[in-house]
């Protein structure tokens, strides 16, 4: 194989007319013909040229690889591996429309780069509401709210008002007494990324985490209302021929913080997170001086929340259809005693339901 020319390429670039000899190039290189390695440089030179033609070649390319995996992933850091990361690597690069279901296929060796692709790929609000919320990470999860966020899906207000715990908290108190909490870090032990390398002759491929609140270089894939998780971004690595520090990307299947999805369903009502609180998370500070005193006055707080919420949920589905379901709804009573004298007990508080139809 004649890889003089591309690594050329790769060391001091190429002018104009030279791009465009290679864009022609790389698509030769992509056919099914070539060698494993001719395939992965034709890819590389595509994303890294940014070759408008490449796309249905390399969708084609991952198809087969489709087929010939069979679903599962290849082993880790194997010449198919990378072959299957070049792939990937330069359909990214130049935005490539892959089929949503394939893309989706190659989540168990690609997470990241599959996931991506998936984005990419514009999928519909079903396919975007049949990712099962309980296998995704929390980039994941934000990218699909902020997806379905924008397309204004009643499916998804209604889902995430049905997968919330709505609650109430009660702070019962008899005199003023400040409360506070501490905290600590912990030690680890520093171990050095492995190394990992790209077999001999072949390009470098790029390697992509998905991430939320991304840095400086990273490419922004969406934003959202959620604070913490505002922008999710990602980060492409490339590894080399001759080496590249990089911990493995061990995903953490798990959601934010509660009040993100307050977040998501203040922002389908056009409204700020801080602005929705009182209703999405109310709370009241109950003074104790009888049994008969706290009853009244949190059975009288729990049903001005429900109220509340029930109106705030039955506007933001104004216009949409709830397929003719009645959907209950519960307020639950959160109670922290913080009396000096607790002997008498408090009351229990009843939680309160409702529903939407």
């Known amino acids: 194989m004649r890889i003089a020319p591309y690594v050329v390429f790769l060391l001091v670039g190429v002018g104009t007319q030279g791009q465009s000899q290679l864009a022609t190039e790389a698509l030769g290189l992509l056919?099914?013909?070539?060698?494993p390695v001719e395939q992965a440089w034709g890819a590389y030179l595509c994303g890294s040229l940014a070759v408008e033609a490449c796309k249905p070649p390399l969708i084609k390319a991952l198809e087969a690889w489709d087929s010939r995996l069979g679903?599962?992933?290849?082993?880790?850091d194997s010449p198919e591996y990378f072959q299957v990361q070049s792939i990937m690597d330069a359909l990214i690069r130049v935005r490539a429309m892959v089929p949503s279901q394939v893309a989706l296929r190659f989540r168990a060796g690609w997470r990241d780069e599959a996931f991506l692709l998936f984005l990419l790929s514009n999928p519909t609000e079903d396919m975007l509401l049949a990712l099962p919320e309980s296998e995704l990470t929390s980039p994941e999860w934000i990218?699909?709210?902020?997806?379905?966020?924008n397309r204004g899906s009643a499916a998804f207000f209604l889902r995430m008002a049905q997968s919330k715990r709505f609650e109430h908290h009660f702070s019962v108190y008899d005199i003023e007494r400040e409360y506070g909490t501490a905290g600590g870090i912990g030690d680890g032990i520093y171990t050095p990324p492995a190394i990992r390398k790209v077999p001999a002759e072949y390009p470098p491929v790029g390697v992509y985490e998905l991430k939320a609140n991304g840095r400086s270089g990273d490419t922004l894939v969406s934003s959202g209302p959620c604070a913490s998780y505002q922008n999710i971004a990602y980060s492409r690595m490339e590894i080399t021929p001759a080496g590249t520090p990089l911990r493995p990307n061990r995903p953490f299947i798990g959601h934010p913080p509660i009040y993100c999805r307050d977040a998501y369903l203040a922002a389908f009502r056009g409204m700020q997170e801080a602005d929705a609180r009182p209703i999405l998370r109310?709370?009241?500070?109950?003074?104790w001086s009888s049994p008969s005193e706290f009853r009244k006055q949190t059975e009288a707080a729990m049903e001005r929340s429900a109220t509340?919420?029930?109106?705030?949920?039955a506007d933001g589905l104004i216009g949409h259809l709830t397929y003719g379901k009645e959907i209950p709804i519960t307020v639950t009573p959160v109670v922290t005693d913080l009396r000096e004298n607790q002997k008498v007990p408090l009351p229990a508080v009843a939680p309160k339901t409702f529903v939407l139809n």
């Open 143 to 149: 990218a699909v709210s902020n997806a379905l966020l």
């Open 71 to 76: 679903g599962g992933p290849a082993v880790p």
């Open 31 to 35: 056919d099914a013909s070539r060698s």
């Open 282 to 287: 109310p709370s009241t500070d109950v003074r």
């Open 308 to 313: 509340a919420l029930r109106q705030f949920l």
